[in-house]
Nanobody
Framework: QVQLVESGGGLVQPGGSLRLSCADS????????MGWYRQTPGKQRELVAAITSGGTTDYADSVKGRFTISRDNAKNTVYLQMNSLKPEDTAVYYC??????????????WGQGTQVTVSS
């Protein structure tokens, strides 16, 4: 069973930095694609960054050059380093794990979310 626990959110000033962490209790963490999503009230949850089991990364255009996703399989943890934060980055950030069952069938698991607020 997969349980995702996020940490690292908080209140920061514009231009500041935060590092989000997501610990995965699953037994096959290294095989999972992982991602960070964010959501603001009234808007769809959007992909911020993703990293595959093979280490390939992908970022939303709005965060390229500022955010970095990484994973430490030994710690069953995925990170999101957020630099040069802007007020528009304010959102609840969710950790996602996508587990492949068979072929093209996947299961998605979500953390509880952690609030990131960028404001002066």
């Amino acid at each position: 069973q997969v349980q995702l626990v996020e940490s690292g959110g908080g209140l920061v000033q514009p231009g500041g930095s935060l590092r989000l962490s997501c610990a995965d209790s699953g037994s096959m963490f290294s095989m999972n694609d992982m991602g960070w999503y964010r959501q603001t009230p009234g808007k769809q949850r959007e992909l911020v960054a993703a990293i595959t089991s093979g280490g390939t990364t992908d970022y939303a255009d709005s965060v390229k050059g500022r955010f970095t996703i990484s994973r430490d399989n030994a710690k069953n943890t995925v990170y999101l380093q957020m630099n040069s934060l802007k007020p528009e980055d304010t959102a609840v950030y969710y950790c996602n794990a996508r587990l492949k069952v068979v072929a093209t069938i996947y299961r998605d698991y979500w953390g509880q979310g952690t609030q990131v607020t960028v404001s002066s």
